[in-house]
C-alpha cells in the first residue's frame, strides 16, 4: 500500500492494486520527475511568453527586437516540430495564444500540490470505464493490426487520467519509473497534467507523425502529446540536458 507525499505530491497506490508498493529509488526518481515536470512547464511558458513579447517588439521596431531580445529559436522548433506551426501560418498568433494559455493552466496545476495514482492497467474492466490514453491507444492500434499490439499497448501505456472521474487524477505506470530517465516520466505527468487541467486531448500521439504535422492533422492545439514533447525540447535547450534526459 501506498500513500505517501513526494515534492508535497500525495502519492498512492491505484485501487486495483493494493498490495503494490515503491522502494525508495523508485520514491526518489518519482521526486526527481515531479521537480522537472515543473521545470518544464514553467520553462516553456517564459520563453514562449518572452517570444510572444519579441514579436510584438518586432513588428514596431525590428532592431530593438534584435537588440533586447533573445532569438526564440527554442520556441519556434518546437511549435514547428510539434505543433506544426511558424510565425507564416494563418491564425498564428490565436493558436500561439491558446498553446501559451493550456501551458499556464498546467503549470500553475503542476506547482500546488497535486495527486499521483501509480499502478498498472490490468484488465479489459479498465477499457470499459474509458480510461484516457490507454482507451485511445487501443482505439489507434484496433484500425491496424489489434492483436499483436496488444502486448505493447498493455505495457507500453505510459500514464493516463480517468475523464469520469471527478479527481481526474493524474496515474502513472509503475514500470516507466522504473525503466525511464526522469525527463521522459516528467514528459508523461505533462502530457497527464493537460488533460487535467487544461482539456487536452488526444488527437495524435508522436508516434503516429506528429512531428512537423507529417500526419496532416487538425487542432494540434488541443494535443496532449505536443505540449509534453514542447515543454520537455525547450527546458532540454534551456537547461542544456544531454540527449535522453
Ligand atoms: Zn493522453
Redesign the pocket.
Known amino acids: 500500500m501506498v500513500n505517501i507525499v513526494i515534492q508535497g505530491c500525495t502519492v498512492t497506490n491505484w485501487s486495483k492494486e493494493p498490495l503494490l508498493t515503491l522502494s525508495h529509488n523508485q520514491q526518489a526518481k518519482l521526486g526527481q520527475a515531479i521537480q522537472c515536470s515543473r521545470q518544464m512547464t514553467s520553462d516553456a511558458l517564459q520563453r514562449m511568453k518572452n517570444y510572444r513579447h519579441r514579436l510584438l517588439v518586432k513588428s514596431i521596431d525590428p532592431q530593438m527586437a534584435k537588440d533586447f531580445f533573445q532569438s526564440g529559436a527554442d520556441v519556434k522548433e518546437a511549435l514547428e516540430k510539434y505543433f506544426g506551426i511558424t510565425t507564416a501560418s494563418p491564425g498564428f498568433g490565436t493558436d500561439f495564444d491558446t498553446i501559451i494559455g493550456k501551458i499556464e493552466l498546467t503549470d500553475a496545476g503542476l506547482q500546488q500540490p497535486f495527486d499521483i495514482v501509480v499502478g498498472h492497467i490490468h484488465d479489459w474492466d479498465d477499457v470499459k470505464e474509458g480510461v ?2 490507454f482507451f ?1 491507444e487501443f482505439k489507434k492500434f484496433r484500425l491496424r493490426s489489434a492483436f499483436s499490439a496488444l502486448g505493447s499497448i498493455r505495457t507500453g501505456t505510459r500514464g493516463w487520467v480517468s475523464p469520469g472521474h471527478a479527481l481526474k487524477r493524474i496515474h502513472l505506470n509503475v514500470d516507466i519509473i522504473n525503466s525511464d530517465p526522469r525527463g521522459k516520466i516528467a514528459r508523461t505527468i505533462v ?2 497534467g493537460t ?1 487535467k487541467w487544461a482539456n487536452t486531448d ?1 488527437v495524435a500521439y508522436k508516434w503516429e507523425n506528429l512531428p512537423h504535422n507529417a500526419g496532416g492533422y487538425a487542432n494540434l492545439t488541443n494535443n ?2 505536443s505540449y509534453a514533447w514542447t515543454c520537455r525540447r525547450i527546458w532540454k535547450r534551456v537547461r542544456h540536458m544531454p540527449a535522453g534526459s
Open positions: 484516457s490514453d485511445s502530457h497527464e488533460h488526444d496532449a502529446d
